[in-house]
């Protein structure tokens, strides 16, 4: 809290660059501790604090005042903000500068797009002036895009001076750095020389070493130094200098080169950001892996670096390996389980003449001791996986290691507020954190990563087990964890209690970053006996699971505990028995989903909770909805809504009434269904609630539709588009666009139904919605059916049927077999029968009748009218026999098959 005497102080500042300089020195930041802070850049940093970048308001509040340490300080942080506000950036003088207002003033160069000279030819068989590069026995893999990049930076057009490679151990830092300095190498007319410093301690040994490499004799009239100005002065030359990164006290000998010889460029290798002017860092990452969710066929995994890295020196150690569609999915899990880290891929790969792929994989947990034995003429830091991480791990200060190590404790990744609450233990205080933090970053052991406006760090797999193995010989391993799950636990309870709808789509995202570190913490608290605590954990992540199609796994957890905690509060169990029935809801399971809410609406009755019985009666009232017994959704429902009315809850009061409109409109009677949605976009628009209100103009524009009202239902699947593109929520724009596709398809306007659709379809893969992707592809397939493009709908369906598997949707799956049904009956009337015929079988494994009995039973009459009475009962029959694949591909071949007739 700011005393009356820094108040003062602080009226004085009559810039916002001017006070932003004063809050960072108090914090005791470098500009580049607050860059990475706030995810912003140094150079940006610097132009704020001169008054010549317009600060943002909302990265001031989400990114300054925390890393500021404001929070305390409503004042200052008022005095801030205004003086943003009131903020002009000012024309430097003498200057061609010009402000966009915040857009486009990085002085950053710009990335090339090629670079001929950079991949033409192999570093063994480069010629030119690079003679005293060193050769390598295997071939460099990869690193295309880096090689252009590097190349273009140094040369003649871009004139970077000193080029520093800093990244994590084992990336290949001196492999990618030799390429480079072959490839440039002819174009400096003192050629390209490369200088081990890899067994050099002492700094004042630096000079000596390039000197000696240079092949300079020794002279007693000159110092070092001055020899190697002599000799480079007034030489167009490159310098390669390997492994700088313990000797960062030479770094003033770089300086002292570059200006004296202004020919030379220096190429440095190093885990250690150089903290000297005109330095510039490029960051060498790890390979590029596959996403084993959307695995591409076997040869086109060989397009992905790592992979080809790994098969390459897997044929090498073992003649008789390839890579095949058996071993495909393997090699690319142990690939990405080293997080595509070139030096723990080469060592992997020269194991394979003892242990199968497989056997492998199945040591990514504890890869430390199993990557080891390199060849005997590597470099012994590079022999083993272990010494390479220990080369590093020596290079830094007490108080980085302990940091270090206990960053262990995060599962793929945290925030800078995660690791100040969980890491500041004795010896360490939360301030240390973010200094400590912006150290590991410099050595490079820590990884920076955005998304959207925020900032994540993360360890390497093989780092983060290095530091697990410190944590448990320090004695702090159960102490972190326990740490770690009581931050988690609090993380998702603030998610569950977020009221704006809007919110939970925000909140989505964020857990959907920490997913591993969630599931890290119920793992703990479930080993440690600390059911409660996993159960209370569980029941506030359910809504998450469901909203990410996570269930599965959900599920068996919330089941495990719920058997070995019987003795828990009333109060807990019902909430977890009601997220328990939600879940199995989702997954279509609706007996035990039924049997959980029963328990748990018995238990809030016990408790006199009318809030929590209202939920639990929705909850019963969609499960009796989706088994298709309606007489008991609409009591269930009722009862919910006269509960959230005696209580005055507004919300939950709208969002049955939109559930009883959903039940109205399925048993057609859309008057009915109507009244309730407009009694509830009613409430929405008193409560404000923008995403509300455009999901009930969604749904009476989809009654409007049925209603044939086109004109009525175009104008609010509009607004619907219109506020959803207000909000930013793209999703909803999606479902919107899908709502207007189909109404354009029902209209005969195919051409028009397929752009909404794919519109809908490209936004749902790019958010990564699997639930959502498959029913945009369902709409789209339709649409395409009837446009007669049927190879396409096969593809579409096809994708459709493999997200509807992996998400476990049968009861979905059903559903849209019977709608492809429907469109194709005039068409294939037999092979739409086979497709009622499928889903019929997927229902009964499901045990799930369909929803609308009475639309199922017009769809079956339509489809029996066009083949006699034998025919579509062997057809159905058939089509019982049948997987869902099967039955789309013989439904869709047999038009396409009829108009080839036709031709």
């Given at each position: ?347 992997a790969a020269a194991r394979v003449n003892a242990l199968s792929v497989e056997q492998l994989a199945s040591y990514l947990d504890r890869a430390l001791p199993v990557l080891t ?485 017009e769809l079956t009459t339509s489809i029996r009218s066009r083949l006699c009475p034998a025919a579509f009962a062997i057809a159905r029959s058939a089509g019982q026999m049948m997987t869902p694949e099967e039955a789309v591909a013989v ?13």
């Amino acid at each position: 809290m700011a005393t009356g005497a820094e108040r003062v102080y602080f009226d004085r500042f009559d810039t916002f660059g001017a006070l932003l300089r004063y809050l960072r020195r108090r914090r005791r930041l470098t500009q580049r501790a607050l860059a990475l802070a706030v995810g912003y850049s140094e150079a940006q940093i610097c132009r704020l604090e001169r008054n010549r970048r317009r600060p943002e308001l909302s990265a001031l509040v989400a990114q300054f005042v925390p890393a500021l340490g404001l929070q305390g300080e409503p004042e200052l942080t008022r005095c801030l903000l205004g003086l943003a506000t009131a903020a002009r950036p000012e024309r430097p003088p003498n200057s061609d500068y010009t402000d966009g207002w915040g857009q486009g003033h990085d002085t950053a160069a710009p990335v090339a797009t090629g670079h001929e000279r950079a991949t033409s030819q192999h570093p063994d068989h480069a010629t030119g002036r690079g003679a005293g590069l060193p050769s390598f026995l295997t071939s460099f893999v990869g690193r295309r895009r880096e090689l252009e990049e590097l190349c273009h930076l140094l040369s003649e057009e871009q004139g970077a001076r000193l080029l520093v490679l800093t990244g994590p151990p084992g990336t290949g830092k001196t492999r990618l750095a030799v390429h480079v300095a072959v490839q440039l190498a002819g174009q400096f007319a003192g050629g390209a020389t490369f200088v081990s410093l890899a067994a050099v301690r002492d700094p004042d040994l630096v000079a000596p070493t390039i000197k000696a490499t240079l092949h300079r004799p020794e002279s007693s009239r000159r110092s070092t130094v001055e020899e190697l100005i002599g000799v480079l002065s007034n030489r167009e030359a490159l310098l390669v200098l390997d492994n700088f990164e313990q000797l960062a006290a030479a770094a003033p000998l770089l300086a002292t080169l570059l200006t004296t010889c202004p020919r030379l460029r220096v190429l440095v290798t190093s885990r250690t950001v150089l903290h000297l002017h005109g330095a510039q860092h490029y960051l060498v990452l790890p390979l590029a892996v596959p996403d084993l969710a959307r695995l591409p066929p076997a040869e086109q995994l060989l397009e992905y670096d790592a992979v080809r890295l790994f098969v390459e020196r897997a044929t090498a150690a073992l003649p008789t390996f390839s890579l095949t569609d058996q071993n495909a999915r393997m090699v690319a899990a142990l690939c990405r389980g080293l997080d595509g880290l070139p030096l723990a891929i080469e060592l992997a790969a020269a194991r394979v003449n003892a242990l199968s792929v497989e056997q492998l994989a199945s040591y990514l947990d504890r890869a430390l001791p199993v990557l080891t034995a390199g060849s005997a003429d590597t470099d012994p830091r590079q022999r083993t996986l272990k010494a390479a991480l220990a080369w590093s791990y020596d290079l830094l200060e007490e108080g980085e290691r302990k940091l270090f190590d206990r960053l262990s404790v995060f599962a793929n990744g945290w925030t800078l507020e995660a690791a100040e609450a969980i890491c500041s233990m004795a010896p360490l205080t939360r301030g240390d954190i973010l200094p400590l933090l912006v150290q590991l970053v410099d050595h490079s052991v820590v990884l920076i990563e955005r998304h959207g406006g925020g900032v994540r760090y993360r360890l390497l797999e093989v780092l983060r087990q290095y530091g697990a193995e410190h944590t448990v010989r320090a004695g702090e391993a159960e102490e972190l964890r326990k740490r770690h799950a009581l931050w988690f636990r609090k993380l998702a309870e603030e998610a569950r209690t977020a009221t704006p709808r809007l919110q939970r789509t925000v909140w989505s995202a964020r857990l959907e970053l920490e997913y591993d570190n969630l599931w890290a913490a119920l793992h703990c608290l479930e080993a440690t006996g600390a059911f409660e605590q996993g159960l209370d954990l569980a029941s506030d992540l359910h809504w998450f699971w469901e909203l990410r199609g996570r269930v599965r796994e959900a599920r068996t957890y919330l089941a495990r505990l719920l058997a070995v905690s019987q003795g828990t509060s009333r109060e807990l169990r019902a909430r977890v028995l009601h997220a328990a029935a939600s879940l199995a809801r989702y997954a279509g399971d609706l007996a035990t989903a039924a049997t959980y809410a029963d328990e748990a609406i018995l238990l809030w009755r016990a408790l006199g909770d009318v809030r929590g019985l209202a939920i639990a009666l929705y909850t019963s009232g969609h499960i009796a909805h989706q088994r298709s017994d309606f007489s008991s959704a609409t009591v269930r429902y009722e009862e919910s809504l006269t509960c959230w009315r005696n209580v005055g809850d507004h919300a939950g009061t709208a969002r049955v009434l939109q559930r009883l409109g959903v039940l109205a409109q399925e048993q057609g009677n859309r008057e009915e269904a109507r009244q309730w949605y407009e009694q509830a976009l009613a409430l929405w628009q008193e409560l404000a609630d923008p995403l509300a209100i455009a999901t009930c103009y969604n749904s009476l524009g989809g009654i409007a539709q049925e209603q044939q009202q086109y004109e009525r239902a175009v104008f609010l699947y509009g607004e619907d588009l219109r506020l959803r593109r207000e909000l930013g929520d793209r999703l909803g724009m999606a479902c919107a666009l899908d709502g207007l596709g189909v109404l354009a398809r029902e209209q005969g306007d195919y051409g028009r139904a397929i752009a909404m659709g794919d519109e809908a379809v490209r936004i749902k893969r790019e958010l990564d919605e699997r639930e959502q992707l498959a029913y945009s592809l369902y709409t789209l397939c339709l649409a395409v059916c009837l446009r007669g493009d049927y190879e396409r709908a096969a593809s579409l369906a096809r994708e459709m049927i493999n997200i509807d598997r992996e998400l476990g949707s049968t009861v979905d799956m059903a559903r849209r077999l019977e709608g492809l049904a429907a469109v194709m009956a005039s068409s294939a009337p037999a092979p739409a029968a086979q497709l009622l015929g499928t889903a019929t079988a997927l229902r009964r494994v499901a045990g799930t009748p369909p929803r609308n009995p009475r639309h199922h039973e017009e769809l079956t009459t339509s489809i029996r009218s066009r083949l006699c009475p034998a025919a579509f009962a062997i057809a159905r029959s058939a089509g019982q026999m049948m997987t869902p694949e099967e039955a789309v591909a013989v439904t869709l071949a047999a038009p396409a098959r009829a108009m080839l007739l036709r031709s």
